[in-house]
């Protein structure tokens, strides 16, 4: 029970995202997609710039529209400087929509004219401690100012957006230009709009294509592609939402709705319990009943007996495991990554599940064995016909089987899962990314950008610390976020232009991954037009039409409308975790970028030294800019966390789920060890010795286990089928695993059930069968 | 075939000894019918559980076709019980979960006798007791006596060379009983040793020897004349 609610608890507060938001279910996310004809088909999370502005214009039944651009960059107050990740240009409209809660200053300031800056309450705490925000200057990579004039209340943590510093969008029109603003071409624009109350979104919807048509429809043809605008309810983007440019990792439904049942099965599994001791002890209850029965007392009375005990025992049982709840409470959040301060018991919610559970174990644990009870004819039992296989025995036979189902279907999934996860985890990936340090490339550079990267690599390249060096504009670990459509092999029509993920790196990008080579080579400097050739991976080799590496090679690439000789192909790589694809990959040379990184081999055995130094060098060369670095296998491995969390929380259900099974065994064999401690007697007297008697006592479990084992195989096969469908590459699952579990409930329930019956296995069997 | 001396049994409640058996001795031969006779309590019940190895005596010492009980070990004793012994109940202790035929089975898959053996043996006794009809009813289903036949047809299911039987016609009928006791002196002829604790004078009669047993001793052993030998 306690189980249940929490993890009940876990899918509220996964549900609960931007629930906060007034009347949110009118609010909707505009999306930008885009199919080409090639086949490729692109669906972004985030919208064109022209869009909103075409919106607001035509449909008079959006209440609100606004437009926010998230710019990433380093912000500066007097001598505190930090890399700030959740800054956002917005639009006015954006206020109202997420209510935003000013704590302090002019809420209105931020919506007209330029240079102005609201942030949150923890951010003013980061720059400013105890001072007063309002009226400061804030700058922005050292280029820009910006006035606070406001101070907001931190958006909620089941927000799917949160945004630390807010800029007036006037500011971004500067210093982008007006051009981009009327782009249908550009993505990145994330656009949350309000319907006038009784607005159908779907037929506003289906509108929008006309509107597309006429605005954008000359670039449509040009680039042979198809845009779409989509709006997205609010509320299913932390659940549902899987695009390109997500803003932060959302969460998934799949995991909840298995989550869910779940926490189902294990309620069920305890009721389960429930009947199947009181069905066992209404037996021995039976005589009781019978001589009520015999002096007067009718079934509605027996029935309202037995019900009130029942739902004492619930009420019992509720009290405890909210008690259990609270005590749990921190450690289970720490376990699930939630954040600490939600109100467990204050929410209604909460209330209600108790109320359903308890009504669910009032009525499913109660009703069967009341009637059960209530039926029996007082003559039989008070003659004591009613053997242990009276009623009431296949039901616990049934509830037995469904136990051992659902232990062996938990087990089972927990194995697939961590043999998943091991199997992503071992499997090779493609590159080397041992000792790998990445630095987050600095914003604010004076002089060429390039030469002082390049000289950077060569200074820590000194540090005898430092293997090798590298600067790229991603690192593997994460979905390439740079794509460009509309590219296309040299010389094809450009209606054939497919969408590719583009990388920049520089020469010893390939050599510091260890990449392989599937044909050609790398950027090098012994060629100078390298700067203008390419390298594919051999998804993207396929994706373009070559027939293989060799063939592609020599060849060239219309990169909108630029010619670019491919010099080279990799092997394709796992550039995310082995639950994705690989994706079609471009290498175009790069020496620098503020958005890239550098990547540091290290030597393994002084590495904070190295660090350390490493930081002193860059104090010296991109003094301003933070020292940003994480190690690559840390953040690569990341990507398995989620997985990791279900894993753990089947885990510990599966485990929950084998205590309580055998929880109900160990009672039944208690009872039915007492029950038969004559039919034992007799037995030994007739010649059986102890492990024959455990054996019967065994024989009812085993053919259970059994029947559900056969049960199991399918559902499970169907499951881990389902389940595998989300990872590109899949482990093959091991039929061991069946064994293991079949293994794992059989032991344990002969450890029950043979801890249970020793006693009554081994005692003399003349005690037995002496009196009657 | 029986040879027991100086036999001991006592309870031990809050430290106080109570014996139910006090130097008992008695010896049996091979073929013989006994009857012990005494009130209740008088230590019947316990003296026959330990001639079937049920039970054990505290001192004392016991002999069966010159094996040392007293000083077998549990294995060896359950093997003895397991194939030289059966036992008849006042309460006929069927099993109430099983058919006639699977009670009278019981015995012999304890001694892992085949499937195609097992058959043969039972259909035989079913049909010697005149209860083949009754082969799939469960004990519930049967009167008394029948349910006593089916207890003795278990008892001998496995060939027994000793036949210990506790009281049992007591909860019979006149009619039944006489219907069992003949049944119990007719396996008596064929070869059978029985022992066999009652209270009616009359069962008692078909015995060869009456011992006499008062509070854990044995105070008289009587002598039937007439054998009824076949
Ligand atoms: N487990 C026991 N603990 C204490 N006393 C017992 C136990 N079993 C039997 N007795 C006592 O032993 C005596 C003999 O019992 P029993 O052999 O059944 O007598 P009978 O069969 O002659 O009626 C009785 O007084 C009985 O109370
Ligand atoms: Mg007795």
Known sequence: MVASLL???????????????????????????????????????????????????????????????????????????????????????????????????????????????AISASTARKYFGEEDPLGKRISLDQQEDFLITGVYQDFPENSHIKCDILLSYQNLVASRGTELQQS????????????????????LESKFPELIKEQAGELMEYFGVVIYLKLQPLYDIHLNSHFMQELEANGNADTLRYLVIVAIFIMLMAWVNYVNLSTAQALNRAREVGIRKVIGANRRQLIVQFFWETILINIIAVVIAITLCELLLTEFYQFAGLPENLQFLQQSYFWQIIGYLFAGGVILSGLYPVLLLSSY?????????????????????????????????????????????????NQPLGFNMEQSLVLKAPR????????????????????????????????????????????????????????????????????????????????????????????????????????????????????????????????????????????????????????????????ST?????????????????????????????????????????????????????????????????????????????????????????????????RLLIIAFVVSIPLALYGIRIWLESYAFKMTPDYMIFIIALGVVGIITLMTVFAQTYRVATTNPVKAIRYE | ????????????????????????????????????????????????????????????????????????????????????????????????????????????????????????????????????????????????GQQQLVGIARAIIAQPRLLLADEPTGNLNSAQGEEIMELLSQLNRQGTTIIQVTHSEKNAAYGQRIIHLLDGKVVKTEELKKKKTG
């Open chain 1, 606 to 702: 002084q590495v904070p030294v190295t660090v350390q130094a490493v930081q002193k060098i860059w104090q010296d060369m991109f003094s301003g800019n933070p020292y940003d670095f994480f190690f690559l296998d840390d953040y690569y491995n990341q990507q398995y966390e989620a997985d990791e969390l279900f894993g753990r929380i089947f885990g510990l259900f599966s485990i929950l789920a084998i205590f309580i099974t055998s929880l109900g065994i160990l009672g039944l064999t208690a009872f039915s060890a007492v029950q038969r401690s004559k039919e034992v007697g007799i037995r030994k007297v007739l010649g059986a010795n102890v492990s024959d008697i455990l054996y019967l006592m065994a024989r009812d479990y085993i």
């Open chain 1, 184 to 203: 249908w071409g550009h993505t990145m624009f994330y656009t949350y709009l309000m319907l006038k109350p009784g607005t159908d979104a779907k037929s």
């Open chain 1, 377 to 425: 004819q007082p003559r039989k039992v008070l003659k004591g016909k009613l053997g242990n296989k009276g009623s009431g025995f296949g039901l616990r036979r049934a509830l037995v089987l469904f136990q051992y189902l659902m232990a062996l279907l938990l087990i089972i999934g927990t194995i697939t899962v961590s043999q998943q996860i091991s199997y992503m985890r």
């Open chain 2, 1 to 144: 075939m029986i040879q027991i001396s100086h036999l001991f049994k006592y309870y031990t409640n809050k430290f106080i000894k109570t014996y139910v058996l006090q130097d008992v001795n008695l010896s049996v031969a091979e073929g013989e019918f006994v009857t012990i006779m005494g009130p209740s309590g008088a230590g019947k019940s316990t003296l026959l559980y330990i001639l079937g190895m049920l039970d054990e005596a505290n001192s004392g010492e016991y002999f069966f076709r010159n094996n040392s009980v007293h000083s077998l070990n549990e294995r060896q004793r359950t093997h003895l019980h397991k194939h030289e012994i059966g036992f008849v109940f006042q309460n006929y202790h069927l099993i109430d979960e099983l058919t006639v035929y699977e009670n009278i089975e019981a015995p012999l898959l304890y001694q892992k006798i085949k499937s195609s053996d097992r058959k043969g043996k039972i259909a035989e006794v079913l049909d010697q007791f005149n209860i083949v009809a009754k082969k799939d009813l469960f004990p519930y289903q049967l009167s008394g």
């Open chain 1, 7 to 117: 993890i009940l608890h876990y899918v509220h507060y996964q549900k609960s995202y931007d629930r906060y938001i007034e009347s949110g279910d009118r609010v909707y996310r505009l999306r930008y997609e885009r199919s080409a004809e090639g086949g490729t088909f692109v669906r972004f999370s985030s919208a064109c710039p022209a869009a909103a502005p075409a919106l607001r214009e035509h449909f008079p039944e959006i209440e609100k529209i606004a437009r926010i651009f998230r710019h990433r960059a380093v912000i500066s107050y007097q001598d505190k400087k930090f890399q700030e990740n959740r800054m956002f240009y917005i639009e006015a409209d954006f206020l109202d929509l997420f209510n935003i809660d000013f704590l302090e200053g002019d809420k209105d300031a931020l919506r007209e004219g330029s240079g102005k800056a």
């Open chain 1, 444 to 603: 604010v550079v004076s002089g060429s950008m390039d030469e002082k990267f390049e000289t950077f690599k060569v200074e820590v390249e000194r540090l005898p610390g430092v293997l090798k060096s590298a600067f790229c504009t991603e690192v593997p670990g994460r979905q390439i976020l740079w794509d460009n459509g509309a590219i296309h092999k040299a010389g094809d029509d450009p209606s054939s232009g497919k969408n590719y993920q583009i990388v920049g790196v520089d020469y010893d990008y390939i050599e510091f991954f260890e990449l392989e080579m599937a044909n050609g080579r790398g950027f090098s400097r012994e060629f100078p037009s390298d700067k203008k050739a390419l390298v594919l991976n051999e998804k993207a080799v396929q994706w373009m039409g070559f027939e293989d590496p060799d063939d592609a090679v020599g060849k060239a690439v219309d990169y909108w409308g630029e010619i670019y000789p491919i010099i080279g192909v990799v092997k394709n790589f796992h550039q995310q975790s082995l639950k994705a694809d690989f994706e079609p990959h471009i290498y175009r040379f790069m020496l620098s970028s503020p958005r890239g990184v550098f990547v540091l081999k290290l030597n």
